[in-house]
Structure formats: structure tokens, C-alpha cells
């Protein structure tokens, strides 16, 4: 076992104590390594956890939320030719998202009927809503948080204790679990989690809501993910909602749409909890130093045959 400041340490025995984690009997957690990680940040200049591969005991995190009964709302946006990666990003889901928990998934479609049949697991559902046509994939993108939002208001009071939100073009390849769970809950993009802060693609036209002057910013944030309870997430979509539909009355949409709104969200409203570039990372077979892991990543797409609009 070595320091806080390098190598490796192990979590020999630990014993969860019943009274603080209200289980019937004392649970035994087997010897498991935790890798101190020196050649990344592992938490947030205001203390939020950075979570990478090696700095977490899933057995033991697992251990603590199994015991909550926790319902994990997730949505996913599936419109045009999109449909096409539903299969693959449920399939992929069954084997690697939140495995032995409760898990609803809502999938927003314009075509209810091209929806494969995919077998779920025991406390797993989907329920399939059917959303209009967009022609513009830059409004199907940010049209996202006002369904969201809509959703946790009419559908998800009383039903979830977190809702994720995430891209469909995308698969899973590695344990996603709870220690992914947070009051709020963003993703460190996986082109620009080193970049210096005055390169990050925020909006940067004082026009648009979504401005963030130079200077200014802490993480760049993927918009393909993003999570939290349902009163922090809602009011996330509420507030990117009303700021899209006040950029659009003023005839300015913000350079990477909804995007560039969270981004914006976040550095005013910080998230509790950051996910590395590991849980939502550029392709399955992109490798960089830092990533041990590959949680989910992007599926390749020809972007002008997929879209409605160039
Ligand atoms: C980035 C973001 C994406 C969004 C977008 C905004 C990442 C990895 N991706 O991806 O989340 O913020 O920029 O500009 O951070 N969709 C459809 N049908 C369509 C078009 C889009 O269903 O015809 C849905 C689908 O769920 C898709 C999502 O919208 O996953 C985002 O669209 P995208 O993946 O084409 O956006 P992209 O790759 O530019």
C-alpha cells in the first residue's frame, strides 16, 4: 500500500455498517484495487468527483446503491434516419448500463413502428413516444430539452430518482454504472478535455444567451450526455429551453445549439458530479493515454446521409 500521491493502494476488507447503510446484516466487500490516478484530475476546482476508470470500487459502489432501489430514467431521441442505432444502443445497454437496477428507458421517435424488438431484462422497460418530424437536425438536437423537460413534468414525478439523457448514435462497451450517479451530471467532452479553456468551442457571440466571454469556463461539456435527480435535471431543460426559444426569437442560434446552452448551464450551475471522456468517448477504437476504459462511445456516422439537412 502506498501514499495518497502515488501507485496503488488496496481496499482490503471493508464492512458496511447496517445502521448507516440500513441492510439487514453486515456485507463483506472482497479485496479490490483502486488505482490513485496521477495523469488525470480527479476532481473539480470546486471538489466535484472527476470519475475515471481506477478511481472507484464498483463492487462496493454497487453495493451501497442496490440497497436505495433505485429507478433510472433515460431517454434517448431516435428521429429520421436515426432509427437505424436504436438497436445496437439498447442492445448494448442490456449488457453494460446500470446492470442489476431498475432501468426506463423512453425512446422519442417519429416512427413508432420501425422500433426493433429488443428483449429486455428483468426491471428493465422501454416505453416508445411518438414525437412530429423535424427538418432540421439542429432542432430535432435542441428540441431535446423541452421534451425532457415535458417528460419529467407529466411522466416521471414519483416514477424515477435520476434521469440520464443521451445521444442514440452512440454504443456501450464498458460498465456504466452507479457511480455515475449525481444531483447534476455532466460528461467532459472527448475532443476537448485537454484543450486550453480559450480554444473550447463555447458560443462566444454575446448575442446568444449561451455566451461565455474568454476568460471564462471550466470544463467543455458533451451534449450527448447529461444526468442528474429529476428536480436538478428539470430545471437544466427548463432553463436551456427558454433560453434556445429566446436566442430563436432574436434570431441567433447558439454555434453548437443546445450544446453550447448546457455548456453555459453548467458553468453557472456546476455540476455535482463530472463523467470523463470515458463514458461518452469519439469511437471504440480511438485510444489516447488517459482512456483505460471505453464506457460508450460514438458510433461512426456518414453525417450527410444521416441527416435531413446538410
Ligand atoms: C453533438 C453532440 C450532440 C448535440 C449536437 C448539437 C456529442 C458527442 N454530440 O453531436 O449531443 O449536442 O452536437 O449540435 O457531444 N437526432 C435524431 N435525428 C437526426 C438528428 C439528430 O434523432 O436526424 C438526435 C439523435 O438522438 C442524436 C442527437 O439528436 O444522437 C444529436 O445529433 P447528432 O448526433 O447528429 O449531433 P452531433 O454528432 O453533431
Redesign the pocket.
Known amino acids: 500500500m502506498t501514499g495518497r500521491d502515488g501507485g496503488t493502494y488496496f481496499q482490503r476488507l471493508i464492512y458496511l455498517n447496517n445502521s448507516q447503510y440500513n441492510n439487514s446484516c453486515n456485507q463483506q466487500i472482497t479485496e479490490q484495487e483502486v488505482t490513485n490516478r496521477t495523469d488525470v484530475a480527479s476532481v473539480s476546482p470546486w471538489t466535484a468527483p472527476i470519475i475515471w476508470e481506477g478511481t472507484f470500487d464498483a463492487t462496493l459502489i454497487d453495493s451501497i446503491y442496490k440497497q436505495k432501489n433505485l429507478t433510472i430514467a433515460t431517454t434517448?431521441?431516435?428521429?429520421?434516419?436515426?432509427t437505424r442505432?436504436i438497436k445496437d444502443f439498447l442492445e448494448s445497454a442490456e449488457q453494460h448500463y446500470f446492470v442489476g437496477f431498475r432501468v426506463h428507458f423512453y425512446l422519442f421517435?417519429d416512427q413508432p413502428e420501425s422500433v426493433p424488438e429488443v428483449k429486455m431484462g428483468e426491471n428493465r422497460s422501454l416505453t416508445v413516444l411518438k414525437v412530429e418530424s423535424l427538418n432540421r437536425?439542429?432542432d430535432?438536437?435542441?428540441n431535446?430539452m423541452e421534451k425532457l423537460e415535458k417528460l419529467i413534468d407529466n411522466e416521471l414525478a414519483g416514477e424515477a430518482d435520476y434521469v440520464f439523457c443521451l445521444?442514440?448514435?452512440?454504443m456501450f462497451y464498458g460498465r456504466w454504472g452507479a457511480e455515475s450517479l449525481g444531483r447534476l451530471v455532466g460528461v467532459i467532452?472527448?475532443w476537448l478535455y485537454d484543450t486550453p479553456r480559450d480554444q473550447l468551442t463555447y458560443e462566444r457571440r454575446p448575442e446568444s444567451l449561451a455566451y461565455i466571454p474568454a476568460g471564462e469556463g471550466d470544463y467543455y461539456y458533451?451534449?450527448?450526455?447529461f444526468g442528474g435527480t429529476l428536480e436538478d435535471v428539470h430545471n437544466l431543460t427548463k432553463t436551456c429551453r427558454e433560453n434556445l426559444n429566446i436566442d430563436a426569437a432574436n434570431s441567433i442560434e447558439a454555434v453548437?445549439?443546445?450544446?453550447s446552452h448546457?455548456n453555459k448551464y453548467f458553468l453557472l450551475n456546476k455540476p455535482s458530479k463530472l463523467l470523463s471522456p470515458e463514458y461518452?468517448w469519439r469511437g471504440v477504437n480511438e485510444g489516447a493515454a488517459q482512456i483505460k476504459i471505453v464506457r460508450m462511445a460514438?458510433v461512426p456516422?456518414n453525417?450527410a446521409e444521416?441527416?435531413?439537412n446538410a
Open positions: 434517448v431521441f431516435a428521429l429520421g434516419k436515426y442505432f421517435t437536425w439542429q430535432i438536437s435542441m431535446r445521444d442514440v448514435d452512440t467532452h472527448p458533451a451534449g450527448a450526455a453548437w445549439q443546445e450544446e448546457l461518452m460514438n456516422k453525417y444521416v441527416r435531413p
